[in-house]
């Protein structure tokens, strides 16, 4: 079983974004008004271009998996430093290749509702 190429790097830039000093500003905008139109009001507390709105749905995607694939994604992903498979399936108390077998069923399932959530966003256009 292999991971899905594109969710893992994504996976990558999250844990990056998560640790960013910028991102733990609260954002006080509506996931569901992310588009830079003229529908948006000039005293938004936040500018809408600053804002990683594909890392805000990724994380909604992630919390809303299955308990030990949350779990899987953030214990490698979720932690403030990298600590690599080995010391997280040590910390979850599983088999490094039910670590990754948990890893390739989160990025199946982060995949769908991303393209569900996109698909979404398209038909509300």
């Not at 594909?54 to 214990?75: G, S």
């Amino acid at each position: 079983m292999s991971r899905i190429w594109w969710v893992s790097r994504l996976l990558k830039r999250w844990f990056r974004w998560r640790n960013s000093p910028r991102t733990r500003i609260a954002c006080t905008l509506s996931l569901e008004n992310d588009v830079v139109d003229s529908s948006r009001r000039q005293n938004d507390l936040v500018n809408a271009r600053g804002v990683d709105f594909q890392m805000f749905r990724l994380e909604k995607a992630i919390f809303q998996l299955d308990a030990p694939l949350r779990d899987a994604v953030l214990c490698v992903y979720g932690q403030e430093e990298w600590i690599g498979y080995h010391a997280a399936a040590r910390i979850l108390g599983i088999h490094r290749r039910t670590l990754h077998r948990y890893l390739c069923d989160a990025d199946r399932q982060i995949e769908e509702k991303l393209e569900s959530q996109n698909e979404s966003h398209e038909r509300d256009k």
